[in-house]
């Protein structure tokens, strides 16, 4: 049996060589078992100079403090970014800009909400990605390392069937699920579950297999490729016009188009990640509309890679075209995405004219830009730009960047610190980080108030029915169906349905009720008769029953559900129950 070697690094007292195909986390991970740390926050100390930053599995922050930790000239905390998480998964879909950022949030200090503005929260795709393994590697890797550890290949959304041993991939109960969350781990049996409920069949693994493939690919295209919205959406149309249409010859009709894209990727919903694949024929007509005729901004990469799983045979087929019909777009149409878009060449000069001492205005007089632009060229490649006071004393200024922090109106802040609003507006585009932090504190108001608008609608005549609710909230649906969608289907779920569409549309809450306390009594005595104790913790039977966490706020509907949590938790825990409801 081979061991996994161990470098000596110094100042980090020692540091485990990079195992095949290994994330960051797997690594720190692995470093935090070998030096016996008892804390977690111990090893984040060590490694990146801080208690909770750089312990996310999927995109870890600090990691230019932990490569000057570790004294390593030959590591670069971007190399890591590119080749050792899952973040250029979703690149391929950001403007070069956007990129960059994303990156800086790894390398450096995290800058606002990633995952708000990769887009992730508002996907209908779960968000929190959860750590997975094979059970053939791990065993591999235990024979041939001493350890199983976590592979990158495995971690990207949309795998789930490892590529080498055609196996599912299991599923971590930790992390992801708030179980833990600055802690660090490995693979253990124990602590992962299968993914996928019930026998998988061959047509499955098969489907899976491609999904795989697809993004094995996906995540493989050279640093800076941006693919087009625009570009796709031809190549889609494309390969629909000469290989999906009925008869030869005629096209097929947009609904029968969409019949095929549901039924294409129907067998990949039984993995919950993918269950916000279409459903229906009215929710795939939505999406080729959108992503085939009408594209406009990003979405999340499933969307489009279910889209070439379903048009194209293999990658190779997909990017063949994808090159032809981008080499066919006038460029002053729209420049073929597949190559990194070309900045202005002023941009550059700007940026080292500042960075050698030069004063933005001067820097700007010299290359023919308005100082404006200047700065907000440097606050995008999060360079700070000295001020000279003008309308913006500097208290005015902290003020008014406060208050943009808790995400206030432009026209608001402007009234209250009496300034014009294209001075905030200056503000946002030239303060380094202020204009993202400013777009998710906003997202967060909305969503605070959208959600409680919902809610208090539904809380006062749950039997009206969803149109109607609908009809007297309809900003707050509107917002919530396209920001916040899964949060909205699980809260919707409790509304009674008009007597017109019959009883059985209707939520059967008793039998609801007695099948999770039943599930919450098994899973108790298995765990208690494991831990050889007499009760459990709460976070232990929500890890192990993934739907009770979205359940505790209807426990007032659920009143066995209730009983049995409450009779098989610690006494002290109770009230943790009920706060939760």
Same mark, same amino acid.
């Not at 050698?356 to 007089?365: F, H, K, L």
């Not at 777009?439 to 909305?446: D, G, I, L, S, T």
């Not at 008769?529 to 979205?550: N, S, T």
């Given at each position: 049996?081979?061991?996994?070697?161990?470098?000596?690094?110094?100042?980090?007292?020692?540091?485990?060589?990079?195992?095949?195909?290994?994330?960051?986390?797997?690594?720190?991970?692995?470093?935090?078992?070998?030096? +016996?740390?008892?804390?977690?926050?111990?090893?984040?100390?060590?490694?990146?100079?801080?208690?909770?930053? +750089?312990?996310?599995?999927?995109?870890?922050?600090?990691?230019?403090?932990?490569?000057?930790?570790?004294?390593?000239?030959?590591?670069?905390?971007?190399?890591?970014?590119?080749?050792?998480?899952?973040?250029?998964?979703?690149?391929?879909? !950001?403007?070069?800009?956007?990129?960059?950022?994303?990156?800086?949030?790894?390398?450096?200090?995290?800058?606002?909400?990633?995952?708000?503005?990769?887009?992730?929260?508002?996907?209908?795709?779960?968000?929190?990605?959860?750590?997975?393994?094979?059970?053939?590697?791990?065993?591999?890797?235990?024979?041939?390392?001493?350890?199983?550890?976590?592979?990158?290949?495995?971690?990207?959304?949309?795998?789930?069937?490892?590529?080498?041993?055609?196996?599912?991939?299991?599923?971590?109960?930790?992390?992801? #699920?708030?179980?833990?969350?600055?802690?660090?781990?490995?693979?253990?049996?124990?602590?992962?579950?299968?993914?996928?409920?019930?026998?998988?069949?061959?047509?499955?693994?098969?489907?899976?297999?491609?999904?795989?493939?697809?993004?094995?690919?996906?995540?493989?295209?050279?640093?800076?490729?941006?693919?087009?919205?625009?570009?796709?959406?031809?190549?889609?149309?494309?390969?629909?016009?000469?290989?999906?249409?009925?008869?030869?010859?005629?096209?097929?009709?947009?609904?029968?188009?969409?019949?095929?894209?549901?039924?294409?990727?129907?067998?990949?919903?039984?993995?919950?990640?993918?269950?916000?694949?279409?459903?229906?024929?009215?929710?795939?007509?939505?999406?080729?509309?959108?992503?085939?005729?009408?594209?406009?901004?990003?979405?999340?990469?499933?969307?489009?890679?279910?889209?070439?799983?379903?048009?194209?045979?293999?990658?190779? #087929?997909?990017?063949?075209?994808?090159?032809?019909?981008?080499?066919?777009?006038?460029?002053?149409?729209?420049?073929?995405?597949? !190559?990194?878009?070309?900045?202005?060449?002023?941009?550059?000069?700007?940026?080292?004219?500042?960075?050698?001492?030069?004063?933005?205005?001067?820097?700007?007089?010299?290359?023919?830009?308005?100082?404006?632009?200047?700065?907000?060229?440097?606050?995008?490649? +999060?360079?700070?730009?000295?001020?000279?006071?003008?309308?913006? !004393?500097?208290?005015?200024?902290?003020?008014?960047?406060?208050?943009?922090?808790?995400?206030?109106?432009?026209?608001?802040?402007?009234?209250?610190?009496?300034?014009?609003?294209?001075?905030?507006?200056?503000?946002?585009?030239?303060?380094?980080?202020?204009?993202?932090?400013?777009?998710?504190?906003?997202?967060?108001?909305?969503?605070?108030?959208?959600?409680?608008?919902?809610?208090?609608?539904?809380?006062?005549?749950?039997?009206?029915?969803?149109?109607?609710?609908?009809?007297?909230?309809?900003?707050?649906?509107?917002?919530?169906?396209?920001?916040?969608?899964?949060?909205?289907?699980?809260?919707?779920?409790?509304?009674?349905?008009?007597?017109?569409?019959?009883?059985?549309?209707?939520?059967?809450?008793?039998?609801?009720?007695?099948?999770?306390?039943?599930?919450?009594?098994?899973?108790?005595?298995?765990?208690?008769?494991?831990?050889?104790?007499?009760?459990?913790?709460?976070?232990?039977?929500?890890?192990?029953?993934?739907?009770?966490?979205?359940?505790?706020?209807?426990?007032?509907?659920?009143?066995?559900?209730?009983?049995?949590?409450?009779?098989?938790?610690?006494?002290?825990?109770?009230?943790?129950? !009920?706060?939760?409801?």
């Amino acid at each position: 049996m081979k061991t996994s070697p161990v470098l000596d690094l110094g100042g980090v007292a020692f540091l485990p060589a990079w195992l095949p195909d290994e994330t960051f986390f797997s690594l720190a991970s692995r470093y935090h078992l070998l030096t +016996g740390n008892h804390l977690a926050a111990h090893t984040a100390l060590a490694l990146f100079g801080d208690r909770r930053q +750089g312990c996310q599995h999927d995109f870890p922050s600090r990691l230019s403090q932990f490569v000057n930790r570790t004294g390593d000239a030959s590591l670069k905390a971007e190399d890591i970014v590119l080749q050792r998480t899952i973040l250029p998964f979703y690149l391929p879909l !950001r403007t070069p800009t956007e990129a960059q950022q994303a990156l800086s949030s790894l390398t450096d200090e995290p800058h606002g909400m990633l995952k708000f503005r990769l887009g992730i929260l508002t996907s209908r795709f779960r968000g929190h990605h959860p750590l997975k393994a094979c059970a053939a590697c791990m065993a591999n890797d235990a024979a041939a390392f001493g350890t199983p550890y976590w592979h990158r290949a495995h971690q990207f959304p949309g795998v789930w069937l490892c590529s080498t041993h055609h196996q599912a991939l299991k599923e971590a109960t930790i992390k992801s #699920t708030g179980v833990e969350r600055f802690g660090w781990t490995l693979p253990h049996h124990e602590r992962l579950r299968d993914s996928i409920e019930g026998e998988i069949s061959a047509e499955v693994i098969s489907m899976l297999g491609k999904l795989a493939s697809l993004v094995a690919n996906w995540v493989a295209l050279p640093v800076g490729t941006h693919l087009s919205s625009v570009t796709l959406s031809r190549t889609y149309r494309s390969k629909l016009q000469d290989g999906c249409a009925p008869t030869p010859g005629k096209p097929a009709k947009r609904r029968e188009w969409a019949k095929a894209y549901c039924d294409a990727v129907a067998a990949l919903r039984v993995v919950p990640e993918l269950a916000g694949l279409p459903v229906t024929e009215h929710h795939a007509m939505g999406q080729i509309e959108r992503w085939l005729f009408h594209p406009r901004g990003n979405t999340h990469p499933l969307r489009h890679l279910s889209l070439i799983y379903w048009l194209f045979p293999e990658w190779e #087929t997909f990017w063949q075209r994808y090159v032809e019909i981008g080499s066919s777009i006038p460029k002053r149409e729209h420049p073929m995405s597949a !190559r990194p878009e070309e900045p202005d060449p002023r941009h550059a000069t700007v940026l080292a004219l500042i960075n050698s001492g030069r004063s933005a205005s001067a820097a700007a007089a010299e290359v023919g830009v308005d100082v404006n632009t200047a700065i907000a060229w440097a606050a995008k490649a +999060g360079i700070s730009v000295v001020r000279r006071p003008k309308t913006l !004393r500097p208290d005015k200024l902290s003020a008014v960047i406060t208050d943009l922090r808790k995400g206030a109106d432009k026209e608001i802040a402007a009234h209250r610190h009496g300034i014009s609003v294209q001075t905030v507006t200056r503000l946002l585009r030239s303060e380094v980080g202020l204009r993202d932090i400013w777009q998710a504190a906003r997202f967060r108001k909305y969503q605070k108030q959208a959600r409680s608008n919902w809610s208090a609608q539904i809380a006062r005549a749950p039997e009206i029915g969803l149109t109607a609710l609908r009809a007297k909230q309809p900003a707050a649906y509107a917002w919530l169906y396209r920001n916040d969608r899964d949060w909205l289907l699980e809260h919707s779920r409790q509304v009674r349905l008009p007597r017109t569409r019959g009883a059985d549309s209707k939520v059967d809450w008793d039998s609801r009720d007695t099948a999770l306390s039943a599930e919450v009594l098994r899973v108790a005595a298995a765990i208690a008769d494991r831990m050889r104790r007499d009760h459990v913790e709460l976070w232990r039977l929500y890890q192990a029953i993934p739907e009770l966490k979205a359940k505790l706020g209807a426990l007032d509907r659920l009143p066995l559900t209730r009983a049995a949590i409450e009779s098989v938790t610690r006494r002290h825990r109770r009230a943790e129950v !009920r706060r939760l409801i």
